[in-house]
Structures are given as C-alpha cells and as structure tokens.
C-alpha cells in the first residue's frame, strides 16, 4: 500500500529537489524540439560508457595495425554484433588520457578531459552537457541514464559520477526505471502509474510551497543554498506541467509498461527498461543528449541477467579479448547501440531519419584497463551526424593527442567550433602535439 509517508520517503530518495532538477531540469526551461527539422543539422548525440575500461583488444579490427578502412574487416569477438555496420562506424585507438588520471574510474574526468577520480568534484562541465546546451533545445536538453546490480539501482536511484554542467555541479543519472518512466511518461500513464503520478505531484507541490516557508530564519549563505533546493521543487514541478502539455507527443513513443519494470528478475532487466526509456525521450523529442553509464561510471556493477556472475570490481581485473565472460558484456552493449541505431533509423526526420542526424559514442570511462596509464583510450563512433563525421574506418593515432582533441572533434561537428576543450595552452604544451579538432574525422 502506497501512504504519504512511503511516498514522501521515495520522493526524497529518489533525488528530487536540487539534486534531481540539476539532471532534469535547465536554468531555463526550453521549448520542445521540432522533429520535423529539415536543415540536415546535427540534432542529438548519445553517449554510452562501460565501466573498467575498453582495452584495445576487444576494438581493434584484427590484422589492422595503421589507419585504413573497415571494409571487409574482421571485428574482435567483443564487438562482433557491429560488423554488418561497418560503414556506419569509426573505430578510434590512440587518443591518450593521461592527464585524467583514472584508477577504478575516471569518473568526471573521461566526459570532462580532466583530473578525475573517486571523491573528486568535477573541476568543469562534460562534453555531453556541453553539447546539451548547442544542439536544438528540448524540455529535457540533457538525460543521464546509470545501470547498475539490481540493489545498487533500488537503493540509489540516483547517482552523480560521470556528468557535470560546471565546476562543482555534478548532475545526477537516474537508475531506477519505475521512477524515470513515472516521471516522464506518468501523466499519460494507465492505472497505478497515473494515480501514483498524481499523488506524488501533489506531495511535489506540497513540499515546494512548504520549502518555501522554511528559508526565513536562516542564515545569508544558508539561505542561498536552501534556496536552491527548493528551487529544486519548484523547477520539477514546472517539468510536470510542461510534460503534462505534450501528451500527444508522448503518447506516440511511450514505452511499454511491462512486468520487467515492476518485477525484475535480474539487473539486466532494469538496463532493458532503461534503455527503452532513453530511446522513447529521444523519439519524442524529450531530449536530444542522452548519456548512459553501464556501471554507473564507477568501479561496481553486475551482469547476472547474462549469465555473469563476477562483478564489476573483479571485472576489471581479468583480461577483456578472449575473456567469454567480457564478450558476453560486450555484445550486450553493441546489442544496444544496434536497438539505438535501428530505433532513430525507423523515425523519418527531414529528408531521412533520425539516426542520419545522429552521433553516438562508445568508450569506457576507464580507458582501456583498471589501474591504467590511460595511454591509449579506445572510442566506437556509429553515424555520421548529419554528414559531418566520415564513417566505416579505423583511426589509429600515436598517443600525442588527448580525448580532449574528439570531443573538440565534436563540436566542430555540431557546428560549436572549438580548438581545445577544457584545456588551456599551457597543459596543451605538454599534453597535445597539435591544435583543433581531429580532421581525419571530419567530412
């Protein structure tokens, strides 16, 4: 039975108030992309990261040594799902991440191209949120999206590790599937997710108004950061209302509400639901950055739904090629940038679909290994994004070019130029051989 008290008590922990509208909610609320664009400009990007490193074993094309193209290449077992794409793809090996400094995880760091680590705020914004705020603006310019075991999701259903809108601003990823879609897709919801979406709203609105009232006696400084919590309500709630306006959209991509949301069997089922969120906000036109952190950009998680018992810390101890317990991980994933691939491409968008004016990125948020050097840190490309990014070929650099460098690479392909990202000269001296943006990438 759902009381005011459980829910109050899940609405708190479920990261509501600052913490939840910084990942939902912009400074300032956008209006809704239209998705019938026709400009052929770059629309939306999509990040996929899984944790304990991608090592180059499991993504370079067998026999390929230098730069050439992916015609006829043969992939390593890891990512062998991809192979009937390999026009459609870039394999990137070589870039470097030394200055990120990972151990477990290089958490803000492998978006932000900067000293990372576990405990360490983020020194400035990701790449992702960063782009979040050039392309077409949504209701939702920017969806972080964190799969985890099945307790960790229960237990914190919201996590911020991986992406950042400034210094010291992480922004949290939602983990637990039943309070994303009650979020986004409660107001056209059936049955118990309606009435609980009601409910919860009007306990929303409650808490706001009486937040509210509690700021009067506080200190100058206390009064500002709790001011922003309760902002924070106040900025969620405005997310409500405007969902609430764009039914019909909704409607047309809501994702099937299953037994997998309700009553997972294993964590894989929740990553399933997950995904399938993230893709229905981006058909809709809810977002147009979506970030996915498999691991929750930490050092844990688990596979069991795979047949995986190890997890994630383990993991990142054993060797990745040749590992059947890593191919199994791996082609979950390229499983899942085929179902993103194929989704966008079944949605017609200007004079071709979705997915034409799309780019998603593959890495880890690790490098290649635990415990890594970050030497060379691996990237899968899939799209062309609008026809900026060449495609079907393997980019093999020599390690004097940071991650940096790409998400420069990037920009420039979304039409925001930028010679360095989240890096002045100085460390550029020591830290990149050139200047600009990857231009064997760009078309």
Excluded at 295 to 324: D, K
Aim: charge should be neutral; glycine fraction near 10%; hydrophobic fraction near 35%.
């Amino acid at each position: 039975m759902i009381t005011r008290r459980t829910m109050l008590k899940d609405v708190m922990s479920s990261g509501a108030g600052a913490a939840l509208a910084s990942s939902f909610v912009p400074s300032t609320l956008g209006a809704v992309a239209n998705t019938s664009d026709t400009t052929g400009n770059p629309r939306r990007v999509i990040f996929f990261l899984q944790n304990n490193g991608f090592h180059t074993a499991a993504c370079i094309p067998k026999g390929m040594k230098k730069s050439g193209s992916l015609f006829g290449a043969k992939l390593p077992e890891s990512i062998k799902p991809l192979e009937p794409y390999l026009d459609k793809i870039n394999i990137i090996n070589g870039l470097h991440g030394r200055h990120v400094s990972p151990t477990h995880s290089a958490y803000f760091g492998a978006l932000g191209g900067y000293n990372g680590g576990e405990l360490r705020a983020p020194s400035a914004e990701t790449i992702d949120h960063t782009i979040s705020k050039v392309l077409p603006q949504t209701i939702l310019p920017h969806l972080c999206i964190g799969m985890g075991s099945l307790s960790g999701m229960e237990r914190q259903p919201s996590v911020a590790a991986l992406s950042a809108s400034g210094a010291g601003k992480p922004l949290y990823m939602h983990c637990n599937p039943n309070h994303l879609y009650q979020t986004l897709f409660g107001s056209i919801a059936d049955g118990d997710v309606k009435k609980e979406y009601e409910a919860r709203s009007q306990i929303l609105k409650e808490v706001e108004s009486i937040a509210a009232k509690g700021k009067a006696r506080l200190s100058e400084s206390d009064s500002a950061l709790y001011g922003s919590y309760v902002n924070g309500f106040k900025d969620i709630n405005n997310l409500r209302e405007k969902l609430s306006g764009y039914s019909e959209t909704l409607k047309q991509f809501q994702p099937e509400y299953t037994e997998k949301l309700l009553s997972p069997q294993f964590e894989t089922d929740w990553h399933d639901s997950l995904l399938d969120i993230g893709i229905a906000a981006l058909k809709s036109g809810l977002t147009n950055t979506l970030t996915i952190a498999s691991g929750r950009a930490g050092v844990w998680g688990s596979w069991e739904g795979l047949g995986v018992e190890t997890t994630g810390h383990f993991l990142g101890h054993m060797g990745q090629e040749g590992n059947p317990i890593w191919h199994k991980i791996r082609n979950y994933n390229c499983r899942m940038l085929i179902k993103l691939m194929e989704s966008l491409e079944s949605v017609p968008e200007g004079d071709g679909t979705m997915m034409d004016n799309t780019l998603i990125v593959y890495t880890s948020g690790n490098a290649d290994k635990q415990h890594t050097t970050a030497s060379t840190w691996p990237f899968i490309l899939l799209g062309n994004c609008s026809g900026r990014i060449k495609t079907g070929n393997f980019l093999q650099f020599d390690g004097t070019r940071p991650i940096n460098a790409l998400y420069s690479t990037i920009l420039h392909a979304i039409g925001a130029p930028c010679d360095r990202y989240n890096m002045d000269e100085v460390n550029a001296r020591n830290l990149d051989s050139d200047s600009g943006p990857l231009e064997q990438l760009l078309a």
